[in-house]
């Protein structure tokens, strides 16, 4: 028993100073801070960062800090950017550069119409309202529950709405008076720590557009295909390697006339969605691809093999995204299928069936016209039986495709589509 006690005791002590530890390690952050709770609730999600073992809650919050914290409240900080990038103070080597843009994308906080970002620009307290205010659900809020805030008159005109909406929802800051709003002040870190907290605890009020929380879906096209996950979420889905989809030629094919380097066309023959219902391929997406190399139809019934790699697709909006596919086979080659084969050696021993037909009968009739029946039953088996070596022996078949026709390429490498533009 007396070591039982003792264990629990020591299990205390060591919580104990977990828990001071936890509390001092933010050096200038104590508990009866007004904003404690919230400075290591972001913390603590790593939404927001320390400084050594500083959070300088006082000092001002930049657009660009703002935008890093808000995209990992709504998880949107690792969604691929789809943009091209039209701020001139916004370098790639900036190590911001893929938040900013994401931002951009995501329409949480925009450039400016001179087209720059201004990162390092202070952000106002209702500046931080109207972003939380834009990402939340639509509602008519009366502007008359601002009349219980001495400042209200200091309020934009273009924000009254804004704050009016954001206090019915709780997510607004009003310290160190109460009935204070002070929106043209700066945001200071532990105001935004508030506000991000406070969102991160209402994310059932954001709209779902916003939020980058990804789950699992699953595509049915082909049965035996090595993966069939599909990684979405709200701005884009990501098509896992090893899935295999189904295109179709937009124009009749024949490996004869075609060369390596030359580029084919595949086109999605109709909408592809996960069995959970989300669309993933739009119809009429066209797939770009390259053809590799091309090994002719060779002796003793090889077949023609065409090599194509699908390098890129563009969705019926013009979008281009990266792409990396190859057709579902052994060898990654497009090749008449073992139906054709099989119809080329039945036609080889039919025919030479017949001609040997036809050969016993002259034979017989010939010399002895009442031996016919004796030249078919020797002439047809012997004839078959050439063309069917005939058919073995020979060059196989070419590739021909006809537009329409439909065959499965397995993905090489994740792709991602983005969702928004599959809306437009």
């Known amino acids: 028993m007396k070591r039982i006690i003792s ?3 020591a ?5 104990f100073n977990a828990v001071s530890v936890l509390a001092a390690s933010i050096a200038d952050v104590n508990q009866n801070y007004w904003a404690s709770k919230e400075i290591n609730i972001v913390v603590d999600n790593n939404i927001m960062t320390l400084s050594g073992d500083r959070f300088n809650p006082e000092k001002t919050i930049t657009r660009v800090e703002f935008v890093n914290a808000l995209l990992k409240v709504l998880s949107d900080e690792n969604i691929n950017v789809n943009i091209s990038n039209k701020f001139t103070d916004v370098a790639k080597s900036n190590p911001n550069y893929d938040n900013i843009l994401r931002s951009q994308q995501l329409g949480l906080v925009y450039g400016y119409p ?6 390092d620009r202070a952000v106002l307290r209702s500046e931080a309202q109207s972003v939380i205010s834009h990402i939340t659900k639509d509602m008519d809020a009366d502007t008359s529950v601002l009349n219980q805030f001495k400042d209200a008159s200091a309020i934009p005109a273009w924000a009254k709405k804004v704050y009016a909406k954001t206090i019915n929802y709780g997510i607004y800051v009003n310290y160190p008076d109460s009935r204070e709003l002070r929106p043209n002040d700066n945001l200071s870190r532990a105001e935004a720590a508030v506000l991000l907290a406070r969102l991160k605890e209402k994310l059932d009020l954001v709209k779902e557009q916003y939020l980058g929380k990804t789950r699992v879906e699953h595509l049915d096209v082909k049965r035996n295909a090595p993966n069939n996950e599909v990684m979405v979420n709200n701005v884009e889905s990501v098509i896992a390697e090893g899935n295999v989809l189904s295109v179709a030629f937009t124009e009749k094919f024949k490996s004869e006339k075609h060369k390596a380097g030359d580029i084919v066309t595949f086109v999605a ?3 592809i969605y996960t069995k959970e219902g989300t669309l993933v391929i739009p119809e009429g997406t066209k797939f770009i691809a390259q053809i590799n190399e091309i090994k002719d139809q060779r002796w003793f019934n ?8 699908l390098t890129k697709v563009v969705l019926p909006n013009g979008k281009e995204l990266a792409f990396n596919a190859k057709p579902f086979s052994k060898d990654y080659s497009l090749k008449e299928g073992p139906w054709m084969t099989a119809g080329k050696l039945a036609l080889c021993t039919v025919t030479g069936g017949a001609i040997g037909t036809g050969a016993g009968v002259g034979f017989a009739f010939i010399p002895s016209p009442d031996k016919i029946g004796t030249g078919v039953a020797i002439g047809t088996p012997v004839g078959a039986a050439v ?3 005939t058919g073995l022996v020979t060059p196989g078949l070419k ?3 006809k ?3 439909e065959v499965y390429v397995i993905l090489l490498d994740d792709a991602s589509i983005c969702r928004v533009q599959q809306a437009l």
Not at 11 to 15: E, F, Q, T
Not at 114 to 119: A, E, L, Q, S
């Open 11 to 15: 299990l205390c002590l060591v919580a």
């Open 302 to 309: 090889k077949n023609a093999r065409v090599y194509p790699q």
């Open 114 to 119: 001179d087209n720059t970002f201004k990162p």
């Open 269 to 271: 023959p109709e909408a």
């Open 399 to 401: 590739y021909h495709a």
């Open 403 to 405: 537009a329409g026709e």
């Open 7 to 9: 264990g629990v005791m």
């Open 387 to 389: 063309g069917l070596v």
